[in-house]
């Protein structure tokens, strides 16, 4: 049961570069989550998604760019990073239910932008 | 405006002894909390959680303890464990504008369970 997986669990990169922080989940879980992780901040919500195709902004979604074309897969792309996107970078997944099903998080990957 | 608040960044406590970690909200439309748990190095992890229509969930050691009327939730941990040392988020889902199934954080508690 691979579960949730991030990579890469590190990157380095220069500002004005685009990079791509890729999830993947094998639940086929409906809901999928990006959070960035900063201190004095908890986790922030950047994007999520209902479903394939269905995408939505977060409470911090400037400077990124989500797509979900599968189910399993939702990356994030930072189209020209700046230093204030260094960050740790959770991704979570949830299924749908009667009840409320609780998010599953990857183990993040650290990104710093010099 | 911070919807979820964890005022206490920092607790320390000993082995055996009880953890209270505590957690106060402003939004009055969240239906459901969670409390997740988090080491270094890794993501975090679903601890215990709750629905508004309840008072007190317990789930081993863990119990999460709900005032409505005070906007306030406590998270038990009882006896406390070495191993329990993480940062615990609490969270909070519902609200308006169609966040019923999105998350609002706290900033986290680091707990400290001294041997």
């Known amino acids: 049961d691979a579960g949730i997986t991030q990579s890469p669990r590190y990157k380095i990169t220069e500002t004005g570069r685009q990079v791509t922080l890729m999830c993947h989940q094998t639940?086929?879980?409906?809901?999928m989550f990006w959070y960035r992780q900063d201190l004095g901040h908890g986790l922030r919500l950047i994007y999520y998604?209902?479903?394939?195709?269905?995408?939505d902004k977060g409470e911090v979604p400037d400077g990124y760019v989500v797509s979900r074309s599968k189910t399993e897969n939702f990356p994030l792309t930072l189209e020209s990073a700046t230093r204030s996107q260094t960050s740790v970078y959770f991704c979570?997944?949830?299924?749908?239910?009667?009840?409320?099903?609780?998010?599953?998080f990857g183990d993040g990957t650290r990104l710093s932008i010099l | 405006d911070q919807q979820v608040k964890q005022n206490s960044p920092s607790l320390s406590v000993q082995e055996g002894r009880i953890s209270i970690l505590n957690c106060d909200y402003t939004?009055?439309?969240?239906?459901?909390f969670l409390w997740y748990k988090k080491y270094p190095a890794e993501g975090p992890t679903f601890l215990i959680s709750?629905?508004?229509?309840?008072d007190k969930n317990e789930d081993g050691r863990f119990t999460v303890f709900l005032n409505k009327s005070a906007k306030h939730l406590s998270l038990h941990i009882v006896p406390s464990q070495p191993g329990d040392s993480a940062v615990y988020f609490c969270?909070?889902?519902?609200?308006?504008?169609?966040?019923?199934?999105?998350?609002?954080f706290g900033k986290g508690t680091l707990l400290t369970v001294n041997p």
């Open positions: 969270a909070a889902k519902g609200g308006s504008g169609g966040s019923n199934y999105k998350l609002t």
């Open positions: 709750i629905s508004s229509i309840k």
């Open positions: 939004n009055s439309m969240f239906d459901y």
């Open positions: 639940w086929s879980h409906s809901y």
């Open positions: 979570a997944s949830r299924r749908t239910g009667l009840d409320y099903q609780p998010q599953h």
């Open positions: 998604s209902a479903a394939a195709d269905i995408t």
